[in-house]
């Protein structure tokens, strides 16, 4: 069965950590750029960070610059989303997606414009004291 999986989230205080991973079944993630994308309620869906299959070259949402890390394990077929000094405003159903040899910005910032091949169920994350 081909598939994306979400887990790793959770009800973390603020200033805390938290690592989510994206692992993938039935396909291999190393042809794809990945991303990984959070919608709050309310809130448009947003380009959290994204890494090409290409050159592994990444982008990061301003809004999380200097505290996520996207990495990935291709032999472990997983791609993880690093967050460090949560806030608030990170609360948000995460989810990964895949799309075959895109750049990593233009992954995370048109992806309302592309067709992912393939996305993850989410997983919630709620920062909050």
């Not at 959070?38 to 809004?63: F, L, N």
């Not at 990495?71 to 948000?92: F, G």
């Not at 995370?108 to 919630?124: A, H, K, P």
Request: proline share 4%; charged share 20%; aromatic share 10%.
């Amino acid at each position: 069965q081909v598939q994306l999986v979400e887990s790793g989230g959770g009800l973390v205080r603020p200033g805390g950590s938290r690592r989510l991973s994206c692992t993938a079944s039935g396909f291999t993630l190393d042809a794809y750029s990945i991303g990984w994308f959070r919608q709050a309620p309310g809130k448009e869906r947003e380009g959290v960070s994204c890494v090409s299959s290409s050159d592994g070259s990444t982008y990061y949402a301003d809004s999380v610059k200097g505290r996520f890390t996207i990495s990935r394990d291709n032999a472990k077929n997983t791609v993880y989303l690093q967050m460090n000094s949560l806030k608030p405003e990170d609360t948000a159903v995460y989810y990964c997606a895949v799309h075959p040899s895109t750049p990593s910005r233009a992954m995370c910032i048109y992806s309302d414009d592309m067709t992912m091949d393939y996305w993850g169920q989410g997983t919630q994350v709620t920062v909050s004291s």
